[in-house]
């Protein structure tokens, strides 16, 4: 009978982190524009999974450019995507490179199939 109470109570407290830490995470991002979430665990995957299905990721991509402009933010779970078109936030970028956290490896560079950045970037260590 303990244990089970332990199990449950360790569920519990794993399940209150994962929600402070979504919760923080995007509360940290607010400041960039970007569609409202569909869903508070899955983000804006059921719009992208919905546009996927149809084969318009592109045309939803461009859709979210009109309506938040050249920088915007969109989420999938606890993963934050931004997008940048503007050419003076890419300079910023690639100018402060000691301003941005640098990485072991890249992520997987491909959503929903297609290729999305190439295979090396000046942040990567």
């Given at each position: 009978?303990?244990?089970?109470?332990?199990?449950?109570?360790?569920?519990?407290?794993?399940?209150?982190?994962?929600?402070?830490?979504?919760?923080?995470?995007?509360?940290?991002?607010?400041?960039?524009?970007?569609?409202?979430?569909?869903?508070?665990?899955?983000g804006n995957r059921p719009t992208l999974t919905k546009w996927k299905t149809d084969?318009?990721?592109?045309?939803?991509?461009?859709?979210?450019?009109?309506?938040?402009?050249?920088?915007?933010?969109?989420?999938?779970?606890?993963?934050?995507?931004?997008?940048?078109?503007?050419?003076?936030?890419?300079?910023?970028?690639?100018?402060?490179?000691?301003?941005?956290?640098?990485?072991?490896?890249?992520?997987?560079?491909?959503?929903?199939?297609?290729?999305?950045?190439?295979?090396?970037?000046?942040?990567?260590?």
């Amino acid at each position: 009978m303990y244990l089970i109470c332990l199990l449950l109570i360790v569920c519990a407290a794993f399940f209150a982190h994962r929600c402070w830490r979504i919760f923080r995470d995007r509360r940290q991002l607010s400041h960039i524009p970007g569609p409202k979430v569909d869903n508070f665990f899955e983000g804006n995957r059921p719009t992208l999974t919905k546009w996927k299905t149809d084969n318009k990721f592109f045309d939803l991509i461009s859709q979210w450019r009109d309506s938040h402009g050249d920088q915007f933010i969109f989420w999938t779970h606890m993963v934050p995507f931004m997008f940048v078109f503007g050419a003076d936030c890419l300079h910023e970028i690639a100018t402060n490179i000691t301003d941005y956290r640098k990485v072991d490896e890249l992520p997987n560079r491909f959503l929903y199939g297609q290729r999305i950045i190439g295979f090396e970037s000046i942040l990567s260590g």
